[in-house]
């Protein structure tokens, strides 16, 4: 296994529930129930604005993702200073709690070459259909390669994989 793919497989997780360890592991989103993805798309650009991106320094050493409840308490204060897999992190909190009927939600990180391009977003299915979350946009995909195909075509760059994570409030990242 290629040692990128067990950090971002086996040891992420790990690091991710130590560094947030303190992090709070509960809340409940702000906003209304979401009952259409453009009630989702809507509540997305909304909370983007409030959303400043920042590279992780070195005290964020190996890129780890804060708490989905913890990132969607900071989104929702204006305080959410992030890269995408903090950001996404909170969008996944906003759609276990207020999307109705959505399931199977998940993080997918897409490992690229280089890896310094990789990305994180949101996944789930709603109503028979899979939709990404992708910074503001909600669109409609058919499975996880049209991710894929959404990394090549947005962001120009060449995935190799990609990696599912889910949160426990109890577990943590897994």
């Not at 497989?9 to 303190?22: A, D, E, H, T």
Request: with cysteine; net charge negative.
């Amino acid at each position: 296994m290629h040692l990128t793919k067990i950090w971002v497989v086996r040891l992420k997780p790990i690091w991710n529930n130590f560094r947030f360890r303190k992090s709070i592991k509960e809340y409940i989103p702000l906003s209304n129930e979401l009952n259409t993805i453009g009630d989702l798309q809507e509540r997305v650009g909304e909370l983007y604005k409030s959303f400043t991106y920042k590279y992780d320094d070195i005290s964020m050493l190996f890129d780890a993702i804060d708490t989905p409840p913890q990132c969607l308490f900071y989104l929702e204060n204006s305080t959410l200073k992030d890269d995408c897999d903090g950001y996404h992190a909170a969008i996944y909190h906003l759609v276990t709690h207020r999307v109705e009927n959505a399931s199977n939600i998940k993080l997918i990180t897409v490992v690229t070459k280089p890896f310094t391009n990789s990305h994180t977003m949101c996944v789930f299915d709603l109503n028979d259909k899979t939709f990404l979350a992708d910074y503001q946009k909600v669109i409609e995909i058919q499975g996880y390669s049209d991710a894929l195909d959404h990394m090549k075509q947005a962001y120009s760059t060449k995935p190799i994989y990609y990696h599912l994570n889910t949160w426990d409030a109890e577990k943590g990242w897994k």
